[in-house]
């Protein structure tokens, strides 16, 4: 995009969100909390997200959207491109799918989570 200001011309860059390279898959051990930021790069920097769970690791299960941090506690919580699990559980493993979105476009990234855990 290109601005003139008091007769001088600049050129102002814009980018749709870029997400960082994942490293994948991301294990974590079942018990503990556990972290993933996929804070999208983005200019102009105001980016909505949406975080999906789309299978399991077998590619099993149906796709569902997770839903944002409210005002009550819960286990697993989502802040813009930040997903964290309060106590990760065996059933939080799978493919995930963030999408990151601004003016200039949407870009989507998708993610592995794997849990280590005991045998029974």
Do not use: Q
């Amino acid at each position: 995009m290109c601005k003139v200001c008091h007769g001088l011309s600049f050129s102002v860059t814009t980018d749709k969100p870029v997400f960082p390279a994942a490293s994948e898959p991301y294990t974590f051990v079942e018990g503990e909390p556990a972290t993933v930021n996929l804070t999208a790069l983005a200019n102009p920097d105001e980016v909505s997200y949406e975080w999906e769970w789309v299978s399991d690791l077998e590619g099993r299960g149906s796709k569902r959207v997770l839903p944002e941090a409210g005002p009550s506690p819960l286990r697993v919580r989502i802040n813009e491109g930040v997903i964290t699990f309060g106590e990760v559980r065996r059933e939080d493993a799978g493919v995930y799918e963030v999408e990151a979105d601004n003016e200039e476009g949407r870009t989507t990234a998708k993610i592995e989570i794997d849990v280590l855990y005991p045998p029974k």
